[in-house]
């Protein structure tokens, strides 16, 4: 995208997002009979949150046939008020708004959920980015669904890493959100499989690794430019 806007390849420097070492560092998913899918994140249109309310709903007329799932919407933002309307209306009794919470409680929300879901907007954004939620479930060992994206599969793989949906399309989501309920072991496995590909390309320790060696590229040196005198902003010949 930058190259097409003019920017030249060899002064562009990718570096992932990744996760805190907190989420790393989380225990495996509780044991217990309800499945918790959560949902954390500001409602923003790239998250799609109108269609995963759809999609829930899809899955609630299902839920006889499935194992007993909650779902808890973490957040608050700009698609806040009409997705809890809407799912009023639909009179979904298996999603519950919690409103924002405090970002240093975030491990504790997610330490509590079994299945992680990511963003399902279908904007062209949607399609590019790694949101940071997916870094985070994926470092904490949770399946992750979420929508997918040239973006997401540049770092992780489908059905190994985690489930990717095609983005907008409403029972395609239910259906994989039907799938991750009934299926432990694909929980287990990609919760596992995730951790370990998060472990590879997205600690703290790997992208300082990476930004110091842009920084060293560029010819920065303990926060200044080679050839800038300490102290005086001076730079020498």
Known sequence: MFEELGAERAKLHRVAVGAEQVFFDLPGPPVGDVIELVYVGGFLPLHGV???????????????????????????????????????????????????????????????????????????????????????????????????????????????????????EVESLATALARVLRDADLRRRMGEAGRRRAAEVGTPARLGRELLAVFEGLGVQGGRSRGASAGTGERRP
């Open 50 to 168: 109108p269609a995963l309310i759809e999609a829930l709903a899809l899955l609630e007329k299902d839920a006889g046939g499935l194992p007993p799932y909650r779902v808890r919407m973490v957040g608050r933002g700009i698609d806040f008020d009409v997705t809890r309307r809407r799912a009023v209306d639909l009179g979904l009794t298996r999603v519950g708004f919690e409103g924002p919470r405090a970002y240093s409680e975030l491990p504790s929300v997610l330490g509590t959920a079994h299945v992680v879901l990511g963003a399902f907007g279908s904007t062209a954004k949607a399609g590019r980015v790694v949101p940071h939620k997916v870094w985070q479930g994926l470092a904490a060992g949770r399946a992750v669904v979420s929508g997918d994206g040239e973006g997401v599969r540049e770092w992780f793989e489908p059905e190994v890493h985690l489930l990717l949906v095609p983005r907008g």
